[in-house]
């Protein structure tokens, strides 16, 4: 199942005035730990999966990288990629990594922010990603900590008389499978599964895990964006790095 969030004009316009304030989780918390594991991208080929915009896509070619594409299922991210990002070793197309034909072994890394936990086969990605990169590749992606993709979209803050935070609840952690919840719309769908259910699909499929991160807001993180302070708490999202072998 392809949910295309993206293409919803109300979900898509409320996403933009988001991502337009300099103060938010993707660029304080997501964006700084996903670059601390970037590898060298000097004459790399390159494929971003669910590029959004194509920012991060740009950057690669920024970083030296001797092909880049980025792909996305909405019709508004790639439209709005194209506008914004321009070279002729980058390109943007709007398809679905499931349905794109990559040769085996022609890619040297990966990534992906925050956009695997939208598809709903996930033994399907990682599979169809090791064949796609060459021995010793890279694949890097964040998405959702699956602390907060277990309670079938219900809030699970526990808060007391005054509303101040007591502890954050999990349950159906164990459960896996779809999800909705309502973020910016209602009944967005994601799909939840466990820790060990990532990390051992990687492993399933010849990819050796090199670094896991649940992000820690910094110092200044928690000063321009005091809402932070619950990631101390509980993580919002899960990091990984992992090398084809």
Not at 49 to 66: E, L, N, R
Not at 153 to 171: D, Q
Request: glycine share 6%.
């Amino acid at each position: 199942m392809k949910q295309n969030i993206y293409d919803n004009d109300t979900f898509f316009g409320k996403y933009q005035e988001i991502r337009a304030r300099e103060n938010n989780y993707n660029n304080l918390l997501e964006q700084p730990n996903f670059f601390t594991l970037l590898p060298s991208l000097q004459n790399k080929i390159v494929l971003d999966i669910g590029c959004g915009i194509g920012d991060f896509t740009a950057y690669c070619i920024d970083q030296g990288a001797k092909q880049v594409t980025g792909i996305d299922i909405s019709s508004n991210m790639i439209t709005n990629a194209k506008k914004r990002h321009i070279h002729e070793n980058l390109s943007f197309e709007q398809i679905a990594f499931e349905d794109m034909i990559v040769p085996n072994g022609t890619i040297d890394f990966i990534s992906s922010s925050l956009a695997f936990h939208y598809i709903a086969d996930f033994q399907l990605l990682i599979k169809k990603i090791s064949t796609a990169l060459c021995e010793g590749g890279i694949l890097l992606f964040s998405l959702e900590h699956p602390m907060v993709t277990a309670n079938k979209g219900k809030e699970s803050w526990i808060t007391n008389e005054e509303g101040n935070y007591l502890h954050f609840a999990v349950n159906n952690y164990q459960d896996e499978g779809l999800r909705t919840q309502n973020w910016l719309v209602d009944h967005v769908i994601m799909y939840h599964r466990t820790i060990s259910t990532i990390l051992n699909t990687l492993i399933e499929n010849g990819l050796q895990i090199e670094k896991v991160i649940e992000p820690i807001p910094t110092e200044e993180a928690l000063r321009n964006l005091p809402s932070l302070n619950k990631e101390l708490r509980r993580p919002s999202f899960l990091i990984v790095r992992a090398k084809k072998v």
